[in-house]
């Protein structure tokens, strides 16, 4: 028998002279909060099962409705803090490991906000993005050490597959399962448009969207879900998952309840079977078994595309991606501790895991020293937020960025951080019908084309600052940013001087 001590985490503030009981709060509300009383003629509210996503609060035809934090918490203190009071008591209630959404929210260092941006003064002089060309078009794959020449002098030109991207930022995974089918229609329609990519994640790829395969990564995950040979000719570049950011070192997993219809098709798995995959990958114990599987797959699609390994940022990450680089990979895409996801436990995703910043900086550095930076790309997620951010991502040794949280809250997101429940008012993270039809593609893919050709103007913005006109000269850049706040042990990782040197 359990026993409910937990305080509901917010109110609803519903101002009588406002409310008209039109019971829009109610239709809107997959959380059941609002309900009519036939008795007082009233509108009631459950505040227990709000989890303040602001759907009610958009909607309400008189702007009768507010949600705000309950300060009824329990009796906290710096040792005890309410969430850690509050976890206690859901375990003891549930016996169960808590699970969360959405990307680390403690409050450890974010190093994007303590980098700052070089800009040109007097001497080099800055560069106007409106009446100077800017290159913001970026290949990802393996490059030549040095320019070759053929038998007849000329510049040999046959480059191993790349990825011609027209900016500098990708879709990130997300799997149709743990994201709806009109939210991955709105990143396809989008990534085709802009000429970017967008990834399929590990659930395989719906039937409607092959049309959209030149601008797809088709991702193989340990579970290999919907992994097929038609799957694997279908994408642009094949990426194998080998870690996630948001639960370095476990496998992921989509209820069943998540696996119906066409979901359950895709996946190649039974409706209502929950998805678990392993957290390895069983027929990967090394470099060279990953190296085995890196080429099984480009053998498998005769070596036309190229072959990405992503891994999440741990501890050892300079060494791992030098195995990576030495695996035959084109692409090595590294996911940062605060990557968002649709479920993780919360102990995983709030406490494994190292910043990307210091990762990406400690990858490339080592790359470059032992020669073989040109042997891969380098791609980072996890908590980019804005076009500076992807600047200094790139200014640390970065080729592209991955974004995927800043891509759901184009689509509507309003980061209630309750995508494991299924029940996304928004129509994002749900396959219930009713939700999924909220989320209109078209108004999806523009949206996202909106935020990406904004981003777009502001990075050429900040590099023209700089006097920079390419990404490429951008790349590795490190002499662009400076350090504010910072020790200098973490100066030394970053490769980076402090403010004022
Ligand atoms: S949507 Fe607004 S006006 Fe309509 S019932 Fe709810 S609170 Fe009242
Ligand atoms: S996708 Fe939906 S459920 Fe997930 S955080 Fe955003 S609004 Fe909430």
């Given at each position: 028998m359990s026993i409910e001590y937990i305080f509901p985490e917010f109110e609803v503030v519903r101002r009588p002279d406002r409310c008209?009981?039109?019971r829009v709060c109610e239709r809107q509300c997959a959380n059941e909060v609002h309900r009519y009383d036939e008795t007082s003629g009233t509108m009631i509210s459950d505040e227990s099962k709000c989890v303040d996503c602001m759907r009610c609060v958009s909607l309400c035809p008189t702007h009768a409705l507010k949600i705000v934090k309950s300060?009824?918490?329990?009796?906290?203190n710096a040792n005890w803090q309410n969430d850690t009071i509050k976890e206690i008591h859901k375990q003891a209630n549930s016996g169960g490991v808590l699970l969360s959404s959405m990307g680390n929210p403690k409050?450890?260092?974010?190093y994007w906000d303590k980098i700052l941006i070089n800009a040109s003064q007097v001497t080099n002089p800055p560069i106007d993005p409106l009446r100077e060309p800017m290159e913001t078009r970026v290949f990802l794959g393996k490059k030549p050490k040095k320019v070759a020449l053929d038998s007849n002098g000329k510049i040999k030109c046959d480059l191993p597959p790349q990825l011609e991207l027209s900016m500098p930022v990708m879709f990130s995974a997300m799997s149709y399962g743990s994201i709806s089918y009109n939210a991955h229609a709105s990143l396809a329609r989008a990534a085709s448009k802009l000429g970017i990519f967008y990834n399929t994640g590990e659930g395989g790829l719906h039937e409607?969207?092959?049309?959209y395969g030149d601008n797809t990564i088709v991702q193989v995950a340990s579970g290999r879900f919907g992994v097929h040979e038609k799957y694997l000719s279908a994408g642009a570049a094949i990426e194998i998952k080998m870690g996630q950011g948001a639960k370095p070192g476990i496998g992921g997993h989509l209820p069943g309840?998540?696996?119906?219809g066409d979901v359950s098709r895709t996946r190649m798995i039974p409706e209502g079977s929950d998805a678990i995959s392993p957290a390895p990958h069983h027929d990967i114990y090394s470099i060279e078994d990953l190296r085995q599987l890196v080429f099984s797959l480009k053998e498998a699609t005769e070596y036309k595309k190229p072959v990405i390994v992503k891994v999440a940022a741990v501890h050892n990450i300079a060494a791992i991606a030098s195995g990576i680089a030495r695996s035959g990979a084109d692409i090595i895409a590294i996911d940062g501790f605060r990557g968002g996801t649709g479920a993780a436990p919360t102990r995983t995703r709030d406490n494994v895991g190292i910043p990307i910043e210091l990762a990406l900086a400690a990858v490339d550095q080592r790359l470059r020293e032992e020669g073989i930076r040109g042997d891969v790309s380098l791609v980072v997620g996890g908590s980019i937020r804005s076009a500076s951010d992807v600047v200094k991502a790139i200014a640390l040794g970065a080729d592209a960025c991955y974004i995927a949280t800043a891509a759901v809250l184009a689509l509507g997101c309003h980061l209630c951080r309750n995508c494991q429940s299924g029940k996304c008012n928004w129509g994002i993270a749900s396959q219930r019908p009713d939700l999924v039809k909220r989320l209109n593609p078209e108004i999806g893919t523009e949206r996202l084309i909106n935020l990406m050709t904004a981003w777009n103007h502001e990075i050429k913005e900040l590099m023209g600052g700089m006097g920079i006109n390419s990404i490429e000269a951008l790349c590795?850049?490190?002499?662009m940013l400076r350090g504010v706040g910072l020790n200098e042990k973490e100066l030394k990782i970053l490769g980076i001087s402090h403010a004022g040197e």
């Open positions: 008209i009981t039109c300060d009824c918490t329990f009796r906290d409050p450890l260092p974010v409607d969207f092959y049309c309840t998540k696996i119906v590795g850049n490190r002499l």
